[in-house]
């Protein structure tokens, strides 16, 4: 390797390649990189030529290298080479040039490089919002009047109670709309907010100085609890006071059009309750408050209200353990059918699971622990809404201080899991086209694809957290690099950030507010091959089976889920950042 300090003769080469050829051969992370993280670009089909780094500034080389053949990608057979300039740290704006495939994508090194990224990850849940007009000095260009007020949601006869018959009405607003859809799903809104409320766990000096310009943003709280707050306080509204069952969903009857939010004036519902729904927002409320208990002054009685709405719904879901959502039977008995997300769940053990996990460590009543059985396999399935349950013992592993001896005796052998998952994961990266976790195998490419890249990385910063061991945190950071444009696309698949990114996600707001450029932060799908919208892609090969095409729900629509895995991905990068290395100030006893 050298470092030059002179414009090389093939600087004018470079810039006449082609922006079309850049974008698709040139394939690394377009924000950038910490200057002592790993920096990996992958070029396709460039034979083993040489890389060159330079400064955008003036065009001159800062270090050069050569391109490593690596192995085809997949069924795609496109011949892949890496470069490799993890040794170059000196801050700054580059571009990396290669004769034969063209010039890269911008892109910054330096501390802090994610920072803005890590509040719109959170900021896109704002402009989720139900309920709410957002107004320009938080949405700017974004700014929209407040649609679906929920003031007044009628019970559907599903839902059906003697103290709420049905057509009688409730009063449930606020929330966070779901998807690319505007409805509201308890089920997952349940990952949703167990994946926030962990982030604050984990991170709690980081997190209270995040911050998001939300209109809260001058109260006397973090500003990711704030927003959290808006879809906690919906959740606890979706609980029936009578019995402490939970409404699987409020919802229309059908999907709304490509419109702006309150545009359509048809009737909302809350239907059935059941254990799944009930149980996840045992879990989150549990989770909730043991997080609020240090606000109890800005939020007074909040934490209390919490666990107490948590400890009923247990008992419901006691009274009830598999009552489950079973929409299309509803259909053939309860009009009108409704025919929005489903989030049917035929397996209840994990939600049993996360539930007894939360409440355990939130009482300190072992009585929830032992109600379950917490290890009914050697498994560790990432967390998906349908199943939660390592949701449950990321809790437990956090939390493994405060545990009484019943529940002591299991945690060294969870951690021994923890960590097999998660050289699992570096194993995957070694034989991933990308050189990532994600991709290792084609069973990565499923529906929500990008959210299992940012799954994964949660799995491996918790390794990273229980033993400092620097390759956990370099292989979280590397599907960062998978989500921002090391991929089979070549696309940072975060709206607003990137040089190239979707532009035309399956998001109504995003489709129908005339503005060019979607709300930004917001993560789109990613690769499915599955088709289940049955909309044209470029690309059979799974890691390539992506379309920015609004209509295409199966691979660009996003969702709070999604988005979830994103924001505390790239926040726990930031607050275990690369700038003084592995410092051991990065390992906080979180």
Not at 120 to 133: L, M
Not at 196 to 208: H, K, M, R, T
Request: aromatic fraction near 10%; hydrophobic fraction near 40%.
């Amino acid at each position: 390797m050298k470092i030059f300090l002179s414009l090389p003769f093939f600087w004018i080469l470079g810039t006449a390649i082609a922006a079309g050829q850049q974008a698709s051969q040139i394939r690394l992370n377009q924000l950038g990189y910490y200057p002592r993280c790993p920096k990996v670009a992958l070029v396709a089909d460039a034979g083993t030529a040489k890389f060159f780094l330079r400064d955008t500034r003036d065009g001159k080389v800062a270090y050069s290298g050569a391109l490593n053949k690596q192995k085809q990608n997949g069924e795609s057979g496109q011949g892949m080479s890496l470069a490799d300039f993890s040794s170059f740290t000196r801050p700054g704006r580059y571009e990396l040039s290669i004769p034969e495939a063209g010039t890269s994508y911008p892109f910054s090194i330096g501390a802090g490089v994610y920072k803005e990224l890590a509040s719109a990850s959170v900021k896109a849940f704002y402009y989720q919002r139900v309920s709410e007009a957002l107004s320009a000095p938080y949405a700017g260009k974004w700014a929209r009047a407040a649609g679906h007020p929920d003031t007044s949601v009628l019970i559907h006869p599903s839902a059906a109670s003697e103290g709420r018959p049905a057509g009688s009405r409730i009063f449930s607003p606020g929330g966070w709309y779901d998807a690319g859809d505007y409805n509201k799903y308890i089920v997952n809104s349940g990952i949703t907010m167990g994946t926030l409320l962990s982030l604050c766990e984990d991170f709690p000096d980081y997190v209270s100085g995040l911050d998001l310009n939300i209109p809260e943003s001058n109260n006397r709280l973090p500003d990711i609890l704030d927003e959290v707050l808006c879809n906690l306080r919906w959740m606890l509204t979706m609980q029936d006071p009578s019995d402490g069952g939970v409404y699987h969903k409020l919802t229309n009857a059908e999907f709304d059009g490509m419109v702006m939010p309150g545009i359509t004036k048809a009737d909302r519902y809350v239907v059935q309750k059941g254990t799944a729904a009930t149980l996840d927002f045992a879990a989150v409320t549990a989770q909730a408050a043991r997080v609020l208990r240090k606000y109890g002054k800005e939020l007074p009685g909040l934490s209390d209200s919490c666990l107490k709405a948590s400890v009923r719904a247990w008992g419901w879901a006691r009274s009830k353990p598999a009552l489950l959502y079973d929409q299309e039977r509803n259909n053939t008995l309860y009009k009108p059918a409704v025919n929005t997300g489903g989030y049917g769940d035929r397996d209840l053990s994990d939600e049993w699971i996360w539930a007894a996990a939360e409440l355990a460590v939130t009482t300190g009543d072992d009585a929830y622990y032992r109600a379950v059985n917490f290890f009914p396999d050697e498994k560790m399935p990432l967390p998906s809404w349908g199943n939660v349950r390592l949701l449950a013992y990321y809790t437990l592993l956090r939390s493994r201080a405060k545990l009484s001896p019943a529940i002591q005796v299991g945690i060294p052998d969870l951690k021994v899991r923890l960590l097999k998952l998660a050289e699992q994961l570096l194993a995957a990266a070694r034989t991933s086209p990308f050189k990532t976790p994600m991709g290792g195998t084609d069973h990565d490419f499923i529906w929500g694809s990008n959210a299992v890249a940012a799954n994964q990385g949660i799995a491996l910063i918790q390794a990273y957290l229980r033993t400092g061991a620097k390759k956990y945190l370099d292989a979280a950071a590397a599907n960062l690099d998978y989500l921002l444009g090391r991929n089979g696309t070549g696309y940072s698949f975060i709206t607003g950030y990137g040089s190239k990114t979707p532009m035309h996600p399956h998001h109504r707001p995003s489709a129908a507010d005339g503005i060019e450029e979607p709300v930004p932060g917001l993560l789109v799908g990613g690769p499915n091959p599955g088709q289940q919208d049955r909309v044209p892609l470029p690309s059979a090969v799974p890691s390539e089976a992506y379309a920015d095409d609004e209509r295409s729900y199966a691979t660009n629509e996003i969702a709070i889920n999604w988005n979830a895995p994103l924001a505390y991905l790239v926040n726990a990068l930031e607050a275990l950042q690369y700038r003084s290395g592995y410092s051991p100030a990065s390992k906080q006893a979180f």
